[in-house]
């Protein structure tokens, strides 16, 4: 078996995640895009403090890295990653 680079991850549904791509050397893997995941990481802290709102986080997303993820696709990032809103607020 081949060794993993770093920073791959295993396919595990149909949608690739934004960030990644399929990796073309190493079947059945998502090959990381530093870009969009240093793009999201931005985008996720402003969501998070509550600067911008989650369309204007996917409208730039789209505009800095080129692919499209939905307000509601990062909303569930978001929500996965650092809980629900109310969560966060201590709600």
Same mark, same amino acid.
């Given at each position: 078996?081949?060794?993993?680079?770093?920073?791959?991850? #295993?396919?595990?549904?149909?949608?690739?995640?934004?960030?990644?791509?399929?990796?073309?050397? /190493?079947?059945?893997?998502?090959?990381?895009?530093? /870009?969009?995941?240093?793009?999201?990481?931005?985008?996720?802290?402003?969501? /998070?403090?509550?600067?911008?709102?989650?369309?204007?986080?996917?409208?730039?997303?789209?505009?800095?890295?080129?692919?499209?993820?939905?307000? #509601?696709?990062?909303?569930?990032?978001?929500?996965?990653?650092?809980?629900?809103?109310?969560? #966060?607020?201590?709600?």
């Amino acid at each position: 078996m081949k060794d993993i680079p770093e920073g791959f991850i #295993r396919r595990k549904t149909s949608t690739i995640p934004f960030g990644y791509k399929l990796a073309d050397d /190493v079947k059945g893997y998502l090959e990381p895009i530093q /870009v969009e995941i240093e793009s999201l990481q931005l985008i996720e802290q402003m969501i /998070v403090g509550e600067e911008i709102s989650l369309q204007m986080g996917s409208d730039w997303l789209e505009y800095k890295t080129g692919r499209s993820i939905s307000p #509601r696709g990062l909303q569930k990032h978001i929500d996965i990653k650092y809980g629900r809103r109310s969560e #966060r607020l201590g709600e």
